[in-house]
């Protein structure tokens, strides 16, 4: 009986140790948003009108050190909109910030990294679900709001960018 427990316990050590190390973000990863800026739109629902709105952008990425990036973004028709977010990959690729990685897969060429994170929207709190596909020419952004106590989501912004 207890070579048995011992034995379900390992099975059970090793399956977690896998399921965690499959989510997590290897280093390097966002490497391949380094170089040419990525131009794009961003897609975003407006919290006046509800409706989608799509606006020129384009996004520069530099490397700071091995686990920090600097997102340099630029919105050609609304200049103060221009802004700078570092990207820091933290607790040895478990995390994007304070987005907690939930899985990261691989289709041919394309990275996919999907995160969650607690936030507040329009007033709001809730999940936040984010998706990250990296390829060489093409990079998207787009996060999903799911209100507490709600089932369904939506869409509230979706960077669509090519090279």
Not at 4 to 22: C, D, E, I, N, P
Not at 64 to 76: C, I, L, T, V
Not at 136 to 141: A, G, R, S, T
Request: glycine share 8%; charged share 25%.
């Amino acid at each position: 009986m207890k070579l048995t427990l011992q034995l379900v316990f390992t099975f059970f050590l090793v399956g977690s140790v896998q399921v965690v190390m499959g989510q997590t973000i290897l280093p390097g990863d966002l490497d391949i948003l380094l170089g040419e800026s990525w131009k794009g739109n961003l897609e975003y629902l407006d919290y006046g009108s509800n409706e989608k709105v799509s606006i020129p952008v384009e996004i520069s990425v530099n490397k700071e050190n091995g686990s920090e990036y600097m997102m340099q973004f630029r919105y050609n028709n609304e200049p103060q909109a221009n802004s700078t977010e570092k990207i820091k990959i933290r607790e040895q690729g478990a995390f994007l910030n304070d987005e907690e990685v939930i899985s990261r897969t691989r289709e041919s060429e394309k990275l996919i990294i999907k995160t969650i994170a607690n936030g507040e929207d329009n007033g709001k709190t809730g999940k936040f679900y984010f998706t990250y596909e990296l390829s060489p020419n093409q990079f998207m952004i787009s996060k999903k709001v799911v209100y507490d106590g709600e089932e369904d989501g939506f869409i509230r912004n979706e960077f669509i960018l090519s090279r």
